[in-house]
């Protein structure tokens, strides 16, 4: 995937209640927050591509502008970003500020497989991890945004179903969320 055919929609709405404060502004042991580690990622892929922040500024990136959400979960979030205008770009990296252990590299890898396995990018690309549809992490191709923002589905594994997708398999270490304090500390363990 070239370097101007993506964007970056980061997730950063979510509540905290589990971990007792926002996710998004955890300290990451890389440096900066967990949400800023995530841009850093972007970046390093894709100098200079756009990026959106959906729900709650950045305290390490206070430079990059934030759109509203809802607070009404992920599937509402992402319903609402599409009906708004956006950037010109033909994916966009939907990720959430738990999947904190992705990599330059990782990402790059995830990149080149969408790519080449949609390589007309009319399909949101997903994982299938541990058994499951992972949507966040995956690339949304911009021509889904007028049919997600029409759609009345309210979850978001359901959502994604909902739309023309393609479930690639994988196992690395990105795709698992950090959602429960016991999983920060052995994330932090790591390392």
């Keep these: 995937m070239n370097p ?4 970056l929609l980061l997730l950063s709405g979510g509540q905290g209640r589990r971990m007792g404060t926002a996710k998004h502004a955890l300290a990451h042991p890389a440096g900066g927050t967990w949400g800023g580690h995530l841009v850093r990622v972007f970046e390093a892929v894709f100098p200079g591509a756009p990026i959106q922040v959906l729900g709650e500024p950045l305290p390490d990136r206070p430079d990059l502008a934030v759109l509203e959400d809802a607070r009404e979960g992920p599937a509402k979030a ?15 990296w939907v990720v959430a500020c738990d999947q904190v ?9 995830w990149a080149i497989r969408a790519e080449a ?6 399909r949101w690309i997903v994982a299938q991890h541990g058994g499951h549809l992972q949507p966040l992490g995956g690339w949304l191709p911009s021509a889904l945004r007028p049919g ?3 759609s009345t589905v309210h979850a978001l594994t359901a959502l994604a179903e909902s739309l023309p997708h393609l479930a690639l398999p994988c196992d690395g270490p990105e ?8 999983e920060r500390r052995a994330f932090e363990d790591e390392g």
């Design 4 to 7: 101007g055919s993506a964007g």
């Design 78 to 92: 992402l319903r609402a970003w599409a009906a708004l205008e956006a950037p010109a770009v033909r994916r966009w």
């Design 117 to 122: 396995a949609d390589p007309q990018a009319d």
């Design 175 to 182: 795709w698992r969320d950090v959602d429960t304090p016991e």
């Design 148 to 150: 997600l923002a029409v």
């Design 101 to 109: 252990r992705w990599t330059p590299s990782g990402l790059a890898a």
